[in-house]
């Protein structure tokens, strides 16, 4: 399960799809706007997806996890579109048999998302905005 | 020949428009297609040495030639996910 989307993020549809027999353990990640980022009062955030391009590396992304860990399945949604503070951004689901693999899998599932898949984040703060880039 | 070239976040907002479609040279590398969109919208010279280019919707590097009817996208460094 990849996919974009403009509804608000649950963790549990992504639970249910990765859930297998096989599974001992389901790693989740839930990202959520904070209100405040590097000292400024946020308003909202605005993000953005290159859609028919970020679906594929999404797949990129879980093809690298199931090289590195012994996996079941692998769902991430990221939601774009105006985002307040406390909603979530992008939601992971990782299963496997071990836990070590399930939150090994899912921290590499949001580290490689952010570093490969085409989506941007406007910062829309009390006194201005910015395009931010992955270090911010 | 034309490519239509697509343009995300801050690329989009110099831009104006999320696609183009823009006229090279039959031959042409993404270096030359990026010359020509910034000679059509100067202020993304500020973006530019942050770019990252895709070709139909893989990373590309400059020296890639490109082919009549390419998709290329202008790829602002990305920022998936929450800042956590």
């Known amino acids: ?136 | 020949m034309k490519v239509r070239v697509r343009c995300f976040a801050a690329a989009r907002e110099i831009v104006g428009i999320e696609e183009l479609v823009v006229e090279i040279p039959e031959g042409s590398t993404l270096t030359q297609l990026v010359d020509e969109i910034r000679r059509l919208f100067p202020r993304l010279d500020g973006l530019a040495g942050s770019l990252l280019l895709s070709v139909n919707r893989e990373y590309a590097p400059l020296h890639r030639r490109l082919a009549a009817g390419d998709e290329v996208a202008l790829i602002p460094p990305v920022s998936g996910g929450a800042d956590v």
Not at chain 1, 15 to 30: C, D, E, K, M, P
Not at chain 1, 82 to 92: D, K, P, T, Y
């Open chain 1, 1 to 136: 399960m990849f996919d974009i989307t403009d509804q608000p993020l649950f963790l549990e549809p992504l639970v249910n799809a990765v859930r297998r027999s096989s599974s001992g353990a389901i790693a989740t990640f839930l990202g959520v706007v904070r209100e405040q980022t590097r000292g400024r009062q946020v308003r909202y955030l605005e993000y953005e997806a290159y859609r028919e391009m970020a679906i594929p590396k999404m797949c990129e992304v879980a093809d690298e996890i199931r090289r590195k860990w012994e996996v079941d399945e692998i769902a991430m949604v990221h939601r774009i579109g105006r985002l307040q503070i406390g909603e979530a951004s992008v939601a992971i689901a990782v299963s496997a048999p071990h836990r070590h693999q399930a939150l090994a899998a899912c921290a590499y599932a949001i580290d490689r998302l952010k570093e490969i898949v085409p989506i941007w984040k406007k910062e829309v703060w009390t006194d201005g905005e910015e395009w931010v880039g992955p270090a911010g």
